[in-house]
Structures are given as structure tokens and as C-alpha cells.
């Protein structure tokens, strides 16, 4: 029985703007992920103040807001045994100088901010994630 799973990754307006997307989609394939489906799409600041709600009471929390409806971000559902967890370790730190190297932060991450790429970091969150952005 395999234990194939999905998760969300964006590709952040960082990427996006730099002509990142296709090279990323591509690391991500390299790492035997299947993108079961992905749009690319901007969110207005309210979408982003409610996708982003966990970290609500955060210092940071309305950057990352602003910067998420920054531009035009690439939303996908990523598919593989551990998806989760093996997309976290394919993304690296979320600082882009602590990140191991041949992750995509560490190659693509402008700063802790602008790190080039989200990923969903449990099966609950996966799922609400998936569902904001892909429901049907």
C-alpha cells in the first residue's frame, strides 16, 4: 500500500517575476513529484490575509500578505509517497542563507521573505490549502 499524499506548493511572486516558474516545476519533477494540477493566478490582500490566517498574530503577518498579492504567484497540488514532507525538505529553511544546498530557497530565495516558494507543512493544513485554492 503506498502512501501517496498531496500538497500544496506556490510558486511566490519572487519566482514568478524572475521567470522562475518552469525551472522550479521542473526540480520539482526531478524529485518525483507529479503536479496533479496548478493555475497561476493573483490573489487580491484579503485572500492572502485568509489563506494566510495561522499566522495571524505574527509580527510579520501583513508582509506577507502584501507581498503574496504582490504579483502573479503559480498554485499547485503535488502529488508522491511523503509528499509533505519531502516538499519541505525539497524547499529547504525558510531563510534562504540557512537552507542546505540544492534546495530551491537556497538556489532561488532572495530573503526569509521572499523565498521564492510555500509549502503546506501538514496533512490538516494541506488540505485546507488545496481546498482555497482548488475548490471545485
Known sequence: MSNTEQTLSII????????????IKE???????????????????QEA???YQVHQSKPFYNDLCSYLSSGAIVVMILERENAILE???????TDPSKAEDGTIRK????????NSVHGSDSPENAKIEIDFFFKE
Open 87 to 93: 516538499n519541505r525538505k525539497l524547499m529547504g529553511a
Open 107 to 114: 538556489k532561488y530565495g532572495i530573503s526569509i521573505d521572499k
Open 49 to 51: 490575509e485568509k489563506f
Open 12 to 23: 511566490k511572486p519572487d519566482a514568478v517575476e524572475r521567470n522562475l516558474s518552469e525551472e
Open 27 to 45: 526540480k520539482i519533477i526531478e524529485n518525483i513529484f507529479k503536479i496533479f494540477k496548478e493555475k497561476k493566478i493573483k490573489i487580491e490582500k
